[in-house]
T-cell receptor
């Protein structure tokens, strides 16, 4: 069975600093990986996804993530954050087999201050 | 603006009430989902409908009853809820059926439910 671990529950950073939100997964089969963002009082919005191909995936709002199969990681990065990036970020994994559903990590709260 | 619309945005109900949550999407998506999200927690899957048929029920108590009248609509009927059922209820849809496990989810903004 698959699982997702987000290593940091909270990440405080200053505006314009770089940030990395860490995500590790475990699965016995091929996986698809996603990062979602949730702003206060809203639903989740897809930031980016890895399905196959290039291991460096670019998403919306300047975010990118790198799939590392050997380290079973899918860390999210942004070179320079804004106040508006303050939100909850969820890593999610889906196994490459029918009948399974998306599994979310516990989330990382990114707090950007000036 | 989200393309998945949920109503109402807020709902307060007593433990003896019957109410329904509604979700609508017009993107032609063939899978629709109900998630429950407690504060500071990730969404937890409750139900999945694929091509208007219930394909996943994550052992949800019978006081929650889903319904998919057509490919654009998804309801969640609530009856005899408990205070611990208070949460944000999120609806989502995806383009392919639930068996296509790489199809991203599109979420609504949720219904914040309070059970008194």
């Amino acid at each position: 069975a698959q699982s997702v671990t987000q290593l940091d529950s909270q990440v405080p950073v200053f505006e314009e600093a770089p940030v990395e939100l860490r995500c590790n997964y475990s699965s016995s089969v091929s996986v698809y990986l996603f990062w979602y963002v949730q702003y206060p009082n809203q639903g989740l919005q897809l930031l980016l996804k890895y399905l196959s191909g290039s291991t460096l995936v670019k998403g919306i709002n300047g975010f990118e993530a790198e799939f590392n199969k050997s380290q079973t990681s899918f860390h999210l990065r942004k070179p320079s954050v804004h106040i508006s990036d303050t939100a909850e970020y969820f890593c999610a994994v889906s196994e490459d087999q029918a009948g399974t559903a998306l599994i979310f990590g516990k989330g990382t709260t990114l707090s950007v201050s000036s | 603006d989200t393309e998945v619309t949920q109503t109402p945005k807020h709902l307060v109900m007593g433990m003896t009430n019957k109410k329904s949550l509604k979700c609508e999407q017009h993107m032609g998506h063939r899978a629709m989902y109900w998630y429950k999200q407690k504060a500071k927690k990730p969404p937890e899957l409750m139900f999945v409908y694929s091509y208007e048929k219930l394909s996943i029920n994550e052992s949800v108590p019978s006081r929650f009853s889903p319904e998919c009248p057509n490919s654009s609509l998804l309801n969640l009927h609530l009856h005899a809820l408990q205070p611990e059922d208070s949460a944000l209820y999120l609806c989502a849809s995806s383009q392919e059926g639930a068996s296509s496990y790489n199809s991203p989810l599109h979420f609504g903004n949720g219904t914040r439910l309070t059970v008194t």
